[in-house]
């Protein structure tokens, strides 16, 4: 620069630039702070961009995602409520015909199939005058028409054919009842305490303390019985019976024993 602050001939060829040098460094600090500035703003700029193009590429992705996830809590919470609900409202051993009060049994779909042929053979009982004490209540015995009453023996060691037999009385919605003496009624309570859950809430047990039943039928062994529907002829009662039953004849829901026994429950 001249004196007179106009720029000197340059012999270089460069541009004429007007250029001035502060005495003080300090002078500069605006000038480096607005730079920074810019620099932040321009990272700032650069983040956005970044987050932006992610949420365009998963745009689809994340809501999808979510719906599965509502979804699965949806659908656990609705087992849960099923699951726990499912197993309640157990059903008092059913009794054809009596005052007990008591609520039909649960109808099931694994009824054995019925057949005309099979048949029990029967025998006529005076069986009016006779109770058996269920629920701790007296119940008339032709009252419990209809149901499978089965006969418990001493030492009877029948777990398994007596599971059968209760299993086709519940599964034709007729219900059984155990009926035992004073002599057997603590296995007849503990064999209906060892049944399935299902089968079990829908047998009862009876003491027939003076062994009617056992009386008025050949009962041998484990023996079960078909009390039919009184009729107003006054002749007795006419009773279905099956004596020394064996697992091995009630081996399948289609054998002749179980379609006889089917075939008197459903009369």
């Known amino acids: ?8 001939r340059d012999d270089t060829g460069l541009p004429p630039v007007d250029i001035e040098i502060p005495d003080d460094a300090r002078e500069l600090d605006r000038d480096v702070q607005a730079y920074f500035r810019e620099l932040r703003a321009e990272r700032r700029r650069q983040r956005r961009g970044r ?18 996830l509502i979804l699965a809590l949806i659908t ?33 779909t ?3 199939p019925a057949s005309a042929g099979p048949s029990l053979p029967t025998k006529t009982a005076q069986l009016s005058a006779a109770d058996v004490m269920l629920d701790d209540k007296p119940v008339p015995l032709p009252s419990l028409f209809g149901v499978m009453l089965v006969l418990i023996p001493p030492h009877c060691r029948c777990a398994t054919a ?10 034709t919605d007729a219900g059984a009842i155990l009926v035992a003496t004073q002599g057997t009624i603590t296995e007849a309570q503990r064999y209906q305490a060892g049944l399935q859950p299902r089968i079990g809430r829908n047998v009862g047990v009876a003491l027939d303390a003076r062994g009617v039943l056992q009386q008025a039928v050949p009962a041998k062994g484990l023996t079960a019985v078909v009390i039919s ?27 002749p024993l179980s379609l006889a026994l089917v075939n008197a429950l459903r009369g």
């Open 76 to 108: 656990g919470t609705l087992l849960t409520v099923f699951t726990a609900t499912s197993d309640q409202n157990p059903v008092t051993p059913p009794t054809r015909g009596t005052n007990t009060n008591r609520p039909s049994p649960q109808r099931t």
């Open 162 to 171: 007596l599971s059968r037999l209760a299993t086709i009385g519940v599964t």
């Open 51 to 68: 987050l932006n193009r992610g949420l365009a590429r998963d745009s689809i992705v994340l809501p999808l995602l979510a719906c599965c």
């Open 229 to 255: 529907e009184p009729t107003s002829a006054g002749r007795g009662d006419s009773v279905a019976y099956a004596s020394d039953v064996t697992s091995s004849d009630l081996s399948s829901g289609s054998s």
């Open 1 to 8: 620069m001249n004196p007179g602050g106009e720029p000197e």
């Open 110 to 112: 694994t009824s054995p």
